[in-house]
């Protein structure tokens, strides 16, 4: 058990609608990262936020956004969903913000869009 | 753009046999490297990282990985693999300037299966 956290496990919703995935981090860790992972795309880094700010943003759709809380979870918006959407979404939390802070992954939200 | 490349998409092993897996990555700077692992049904973990110093990496159960500068790789090895070794092999780089996070480029995995 990694100690990272994601709600739902399994998300099935149709197109055009919107779900919210839930990540709570490690207990102390301030920045979590989003990533999704699909079969043609591989693992593809979404977006970070360390202690409440944005950080880093990858290829992440205007449809697709993100925050994290005073209590330090985060939540990832996904809206007007597309079939393409499909994927697993991982949220990984770190104790700080730079590269020599391992990331714990959590085990990731399936959302299936039909 | 940075990239990561994996060239073994399937690998199939016996046991004792030994493992290599190739990485390739794409950026003129200092870079940070890692090798996740993820089991079937389970979370990524961290294999083995390299920051700086000696090339030649140790990792958790076994695994090795020699980082060459020169040829822009970072190899994952095992000499005797095991059937719990039986997983996805994920090589990532973290190519972030300034250090301020730690966003991974990753690659496309490898599936490692290994057979009893």
């Known amino acids: 058990d990694s100690g990272v956290t994601q709600t739902p496990k399994h998300l099935i919703t149709a197109t055009g609608q919107r779900v919210t995935l839930r990540c709570s981090p490690r207990s102390g860790d301030l920045s979590v990262y989003w990533y999704q992972q699909s079969l043609d795309q591989g693992l593809q880094f979404l977006i970070h936020y360390y202690n409440g700010e944005e950080r880093a943003k990858g290829n992440i759709l205007e449809r697709f956004s993100a925050q994290q809380f005073p209590d330090l979870h985060s939540e990832l918006n996904l809206s007007s969903l597309e079939l393409g959407d499909s994927a697993l979404y991982f949220c990984?939390?770190?104790?700080?913000?730079?590269?020599?802070?391992?990331?714990?992954f959590g085990n990731g939200t399936r959302l299936t869009v039909t | 753009a940075q990239s990561v490349s994996q060239h073994n998409h399937h690998v199939i092993l016996s046991e004792a046999a030994s493992l290599e897996l190739g990485c390739n990555y794409s950026y003129g700077g200092t870079v940070n490297l890692f090798w996740y692992v993820q089991y079937p049904g389970q979370h990524l973990q961290l294999l083995l990282k390299?920051?700086?110093?000696?090339?030649l990496v140790k990792g958790i159960k076994g695994f090795e990985a020699e980082f060459i500068k020169s040829k822009f790789s970072f190899n994952l090895r095992k000499p005797s693999v095991q059937w719990s070794d039986t997983a996805e092999y994920f090589c990532?780089?973290?190519?972030?300037?300034?250090?301020?996070?730690?966003?991974?480029?990753f690659g496309t995995g490898t599936l490692l299966a290994v057979q009893p």
């Open positions: 990532a780089v973290n190519a972030s300037y300034g250090g301020a996070t730690n966003k991974l480029i």
């Open positions: 390299y920051f700086s110093g000696d090339p």
């Open positions: 990984a939390s770190s104790s700080r913000q730079g590269a020599d802070s391992p990331l714990h």
